[in-house]
């Protein structure tokens, strides 16, 4: 089956600094990868996600790559501010299953 | 936006007892749901895929005598962790895929059940 993995584990920035967090996935079939945002308590909301035919997809601070050869893709985050703190999710995509990577707690300090 | 509700939002039980859980997409038809799992600080963990009118697919390792699905209808799917223990507390999140949606791949998720079994 397939397996995600998620880096780092935990991250902290600076208020408007940017925050990168790097999934891998093992399953070639997998063609869809979205992010997740997950506050405490409540369940996931989506915030960006890909297509393996594309490389690259961005929505206003938010961006998402794709390197389907590597089979890695990576969440940036620019200017980020204290309301982007959260943890975050990866999930790759077979046949409309979602495999989700161990998550990113991230921590934006004003 | 497509929401998914689920109640209730948290339970307390006794050991022995069965809890019934639901999930319903509001605004839209949900062909298939999936059922999560998540410890604390954990991620996600895919317990099930859930077909309107078919068995539900268990994962490996998921007890599906345990955790029953039900998929009556196109915007209702439960969960029912029967005879529950203690080590069956988490917290429990549906999902909903709209086949209408863009991408057809979108999960909407509800906002989740906390279980705690005493």
């Known amino acids: 089956g397939e397996n995600v993995e998620q880096h780092p584990s935990t991250l902290s920035v600076q208020e408007g600094d940017s925050a990168v967090i790097k999934c891998t996935y093992s399953?070639?079939?997998?063609?869809?990868f979205p992010w997740y945002k997950q506050e405490l308590g409540k369940g996931p909301q989506l915030i960006i996600d890909?297509?393996?035919?594309?490389g690259e997809k961005k929505d206003q601070r938010i961006a998402v790559t794709l390197n389907k050869t590597a089979k890695h893709f990576s969440l940036h985050i620019t200017e980020t501010q204290p309301e982007d703190s959260a943890v975050y999710f990866c999930?790759?995509?077979?046949?409309?299953?979602?495999?989700f990577g161990t998550g990113t707690s991230l921590t934006v300090i004003p | 936006g497509a929401v998914v509700s689920q109640h209730p939002s948290w339970v307390i039980c006794k050991s022995g007892t069965s809890v019934k859980i639901e999930c319903r997409s509001l605004?839209?038809?949900?062909?298939?749901m999936f059922w999560y799992r998540q410890f604390p600080k954990q991620s996600l963990m895919l317990m099930a895929t859930?077909?309107?009118?078919?068995?539900?697919?268990?994962e490996q390792g998921v007890e599906k005598d345990k955790f029953l699905i039900n998929h009556a209808s196109l915007t209702l799917s439960t969960l029912t962790v029967t005879s529950a223990h203690p080590e069956d507390s988490s917290f429990y999140i549906c999902?909903?895929?709209?086949?209408?949606?863009?991408?057809?791949?979108?999960?909407?998720f509800g906002p989740g059940t906390r279980l705690l079994v005493l």
């Open positions: 999902s909903a895929r709209d086949p209408l949606g863009t991408p057809q791949e979108t999960q909407y």
């Open positions: 399953d070639s079939a997998s063609n869809y």
């Open positions: 890909i297509r393996s035919n594309v």
């Open positions: 999930a790759a995509s077979p046949l409309f299953q979602f495999y």
């Open positions: 605004d839209f038809q949900a062909t298939t």
């Open positions: 859930s077909n309107e009118g078919s068995k539900a697919t268990y």
